[in-house]
């Protein structure tokens, strides 16, 4: 009789084990890793491409923010993203494209080419009108365009002006903050001029023929910078960056 009652609680014991709920043990959560990536406003046209790059790494989120050449924070920022030379480089900095500068005007305006000279003195201010430039470069244009030109320009010591350091800003020149802005002040009005980075051209306006430009004149380096020589997923990170771009 004690061994049935023995079996019969062994038996329960077993039973109510087997109803018990099964506990499941959660899977481990991906890691994730954020990057802080950094670019000036000539190079912001890279942005897109920032992200499409990180998608290919797992677990890679990008924080990505603009700001001016002299407020990168080169030794905390993963990547920072500069147009042209550097004279305080961080211990990596290495080219990854060239742009150039383009001076662009309204699509409606007939000039196709300027001079070195002759863009310097738009600028300065030497001409108050348009007439005398579509003069030369197109005797039939009519006298449409004998009206005043907006030129619109930089601060001084920012990232376009180094740039163009050639082109001297006259007392008349329009300072934008940055090449988006003159390229939506150009496309808007047809008697201005301005200047950006090439790789920001699209239809909204024309690039004028720069003739007699010397080598190096208008090209300038794209530099990716690091605190450290990128190494594993950021290595990779980069070399899509550099694949794509090109």
Request: proline fraction near 10%; charge should be negative; include cysteine.
């Amino acid at each position: 009789m004690l061994f049935s009652r023995i079996s019969f609680l062994l038996l329960a014991v077993v039973l109510l084990s087997a109803c018990q709920p099964e506990i499941l043990t959660a899977a481990p959560l991906p890691t994730v890793s954020i990057w802080q990536v950094q670019y000036t406003p000539a190079t912001a046209w890279l942005a897109p491409y920032f992200q499409t790059c990180a998608a290919g790494q797992s677990g890679v989120n990008l924080v990505v923010s603009e700001h001016p050449p002299q407020a990168l924070d080169l030794k905390t920022a993963d990547f920072s993203f500069e147009w042209g030379e550097r004279t305080n480089p961080p211990p990596f900095a290495v080219v990854i494209a060239q742009d150039r500068l383009a001076v662009v005007v309204n699509p409606t305006n007939p000039i196709s080419s300027l001079t070195v000279s002759q863009i310097q003195d738009l600028f300065s201010g030497k001409y108050d009108n348009w007439g005398p430039l579509i003069q030369v470069s197109c005797a039939s244009c009519g006298t449409d365009f004998a009206v005043p030109i907006r030129a619109y320009g930089y601060a001084p010591n920012g990232e376009m002006q180094l740039a163009a350091a050639w082109i001297l800003p006259g007392p008349e020149t329009i300072l934008a903050p940055d090449p988006a802005a003159v390229k939506a002040a150009v496309a808007s009005e047809p008697y201005s001029v301005g200047f950006i980075p090439a790789r920001w051209l699209d239809s909204s306006v024309k690039q004028v023929a720069i003739a007699g430009a010397e080598a190096g004149l208008l090209s300038r380096p794209v530099l990716a910078m690091a605190p450290a020589e990128p190494q594993g997923a950021r290595r990779a990170w980069l070399a899509c960056l550099q694949a794509q771009i090109k």
